[in-house]
């Protein structure tokens, strides 16, 4: 992204047509602001176990949202 003329970054306009194209990388990034917001809210409660596991989701998400942006195959990894 190009930056503007106020310092921060101009963001690209795209329409409602460009968001559902690729569908299953919308629904991974819902996904991962979901847990994250899940966590902002109750990891202070969360017991070790739990974060342990919300963190391997929370870098499955990232790895198959990376696989899904750049077009590589879906990894052979079952989901934590």
Known sequence: MAPSSSGGHERRRRG?????SNVSLRELLDEMIQLTRHLSQHAPAMSPRELTYA???LEWLADEIWAETIGEPPRDQSSP
């Open 16 to 20: 409602p047509a460009e968001r559902r």
């Open 55 to 57: 963190r391997e989701r």
